[in-house]
DNA sequence: TTGTAGGCGTTATCAG
DNA sequence: CTGATAACGCCTACAA
């Protein structure tokens, strides 16, 4: 069965090409080219012609073989660690708005906080043309930096400002906004700390918050090494389990602060099935303020992080660098906490 | 300044080339081609000749240029109205999990609901090459439609099964789904009905949830027009808006049915921010089973779909289809309800 | 098993 | 303002 045509009459199966679109109007592939990408360059009669033809023809630019010949795709990569939650989603959307009202395209990837998955979805979106990326965080292998360096490909880093960090990059300082959450919770009165985080191996910012509690109780003349740690992966369940298994020692936590609203969302979940009361019996934080945070009973005390503003700061700066601006400076956005409910004064024992 | 060295005395700023790679291993372009693509097809000592200067080069191919030679990309692109919740995260995962399964990368792109925004997509996925679409739901511009037909790109819509659509969709049935759940919600004795839905102008899956109310109502003798309707766009908030709205009127329904776990959740908030207590004074319902439906207090009673079963699935047959496999068939999958708190008895007026 | 060479669909450089 | 024509980087018959 033999290529035909469409219910219409038209060629259909065959995908038309610049030159099916040169022929169809009369004129140079070079012409059609130029009519679709500065029309300026052409007179009214002859681009009129050729738009013609191009609807004629139901005509669309093969991308490939046009990033291949311009060396420039209009195409901006992200890639982030999950998109489970909604963690990202907020940045996301603003770094996307932003890249759409210059015309650019956003690519996203998500390396499930693997480190060797994210080197591999760098390297898929810069072999697709990716012009910049966004990515998030310090960890990553010295490969996928090299990688980076060597094509020459601009990237910011997101969700992290580390002043001792000498990549660009756009965020908050995720150890000083810890700090500043934990000493509110010292403030409570609160001696018996527990600490549940993600898997900080490969993570910065799970890791910089850590120690902005760490830094807080030493500045409180409390043992930091007294906290109780868990560490476990993104998750209700998995937050709920860790709190649980905390909450079983003999004198447990007053104040439990979770590295972020998903594992303090299971948190408060599990205590609420434990039969606590929170924050009567404990005391529970969050930390990134998604939506969830404001959802859960009693909705969480959490600090919230400038993600629209990340996304939108990171796609201007990214643009710039492609025009060939001069490389813009790393910059330190604020964190705030936003007061709920799920953090009181120590319960009288 | 021009191009030099890199640290290691290597030449740097040059993205290396096949050409490159070969003149370095001292064999033919295609050779090296081979090796990349079908290395049984080559020896092993040259096999490993040109490994080594692929390693040495730090050479990665062009997709671009493999895609405009190959014909194929090994890609497959997923358009989803939102990211900006979880609705889909989940079916997803599964689908980008068993594209991985077959090599295939996943291009995901978000429509905001918008039927032109999603028509833009569809080029732009499939003039980068994207294999096959995953598509969400019915709706959508002629032109959406009659562009993959003629670039027979083959695509599955996912999320939504409607026995009378002849598209090839994996799913559930979004009216019988609703209408099982709204039995339910009769058979405890609700009579006044309160219905939030996403807007349904250009989203089947909501129209269908609506319709299916409807036939619940009228099957049970009542008067479908008698329920209470607020359409609103997705989020926590436009929920309890919604939902404020509708019980501020002299007789209240005393059960809310919720086109999705969001708008229920915002209504259970508002509810409670109202102090309304849920199930007592009114019952909510939502659809969905996100993780969020089991978080809210209390947990919301709802529709629980097959997530991980669609996306898997929907991978399954576009990797078949990409094959040269015949056409599939569409699959119903089952959604069934989830019972939690949020559903109660009629109260006593 | 390996090399040669043509072509994929665009853009860009130069003449005309 | 427009038309040849040479890249762009890779794949794939076809030959050797």
Known sequence: MKPQSAENGKPADVVPTLEDVARHAGVSTATVSRCLNSPERVVERTRLKVLHAVRELGYAPNFNARALAAKRTNTFGAIIPTMENAIFAKGLQAFQEELGTHGITLLVASSSYSPDLENDQVRALVARGADALLLIGHDRTPETYAFLERRKIPYVIAWAYAPDEPRLSIGFDNRQAMRVLTRKVLEFGHERLGFITAPRATNDRARGRYQG?????????????????????????????????????????????????????????????????????????????????????????????????????????????????????????????????????????
């Open 213 to 349: 509690a760490c830094d807080a109780m030493a500045e409180h003349g409390l043992d930091p090494t007294s906290m109780t740690v868990r560490e476990t992966t993104y998750g209700i369940e998995e937050g709920g389990d860790a709190f649980e298994d905390m909450m079983a020692a003999p004198a447990p936590p007053t104040a439990v602060l979770c590295g972020n609203d998903v594992l303090a969302a299971g948190a408060i979940k599990r205590a609420r099935e434990m039969g606590l009361t929170v924050p009567q019996d404990v005391s529970i934080t969050g930390f990134d303020d998604i939506e969830l945070a404001e959802i859960v009973t009693p909705a969480i005390t959490t600090m919230h992080v400038p993600h629209r503003e990340m996304g939108r700061r990171s796609a201007e700066l990214l643009v710039g660098l492609c025009n060939g601006e001069p490389t813009g400076r790393s910059l330190e956005l604020e964190a705030s906490i936003r007061w709920r409910e799920s953090l009181g004064p120590v319960a009288r024992s």
